[in-house]
Antibody
Framework: QLQLQESGPGLVKPSETLSLTCTVSGGSISISSYYWGWIRQPPGKGLEWIGCIYYSGSTYYNPSLKSRVTISVDTSKNQFSLKLRSVTAADTAVYYC????????????WGQGTLVTVSS | QSALTQPASVSGSPGQSITISCTGTSSDVGGYNYVSWYQQHPGKAPKLMIYEVSNRPSGVSNRFSGSKSGNTASLTISGLQAEDEADYHCSSYTSNSFVVFGGGTKLTVL
């Protein structure tokens, strides 16, 4: 059974960089037809797509976050990562990693999510 | 990137049917049959319930069904049960940027 697990600091200071890693187990990240994505959910609000990456390194980003986001992949470790620069309190959210089926675009497997708070 | 539009809340009594709408544009919902629906219980990760407008993943109850007309997709839950009380989110492929989510709908079972 495929499993995804987010890891990283739960507290980030304003203006600094948020860094999270998603470790994939139970399957290979280097598989065709799937993208690997980051989604976030501010407290009490809806889901916001951040971006996706293919195992080859091809990426898509949410235009509203594109200037601050970098998603990378490490196939040797079966991991992909998120960096969000110049964070503010508005970036406080639960961050999820998930697998996207590239043929029909659903996120079919999700991590449990990790809360990241931006505060000094 | 504009989010898809969902009602903030819907409610229904056990045994009844409810429908949640998800309105987009011709660049997303209206232009492609790549609408998905997710169920999210408090403190939990979203769970895929419907993909490709009306397809159910293995293990999802047939009480959940999806449809689309023009720029609006809909999720219908029939025979409402207490455990259906949750937040529901729609998403769609978008030619503008790849993926877009709706704002989410809170379902209350009365």
């Amino acid at each position: 059974q495929l499993q995804l697990q987010e890891s990283g600091p739960g507290l980030v200071k304003p203006s600094e960089t948020l860094s999270l890693t998603c470790t994939v187990s139970g399957g290979s990240i280097s598989i065709s037809s799937y993208y690997w994505g980051w989604i976030r959910q501010p407290p009490g609000k809806g889901l916001e797509w951040i971006g996706c990456i293919y195992y080859s390194g091809s990426t898509y980003y949410n235009p509203s976050l594109k200037s601050r986001v970098t998603i990378s992949v490490d196939t040797s470790k079966n991991q992909f990562s998120l960096k969000l620069r110049s964070v503010t309190a508005a970036d406080t959210a639960v961050y999820y990693c998930a697998r996207l089926d590239y043929s029909t675009y659903p996120f079919d497997y999700w991590g449990q999510g990790t809360l990241v708070t931006v505060s000094s | 990137q504009s989010a898809l539009t969902q009602p903030a809340s819907v409610s229904g009594s056990p045994g009844q049917s409810i429908t949640i709408s998800c309105t987009g544009t011709s660049s997303d919902v209206g232009g492609y049959n790549y609408v998905s629906w997710y169920q999210q219980h408090p403190g939990k990760a979203p769970k895929l319930m419907i993909y490709e407008v009306s397809n159910r993943p293995s293990g999802v109850s047939n009480r959940f069904s999806g449809s689309k007309s023009g720029n609006t997709a809909s999720l219908t839950i029939s025979g409402l049960q207490a455990e259906d009380e949750a937040d529901y989110h729609c998403s769609s492929y978008t030619s503008n940027s790849f993926v877009v989510f709706g704002g989410g709908t809170k379902l209350t079972v009365l």
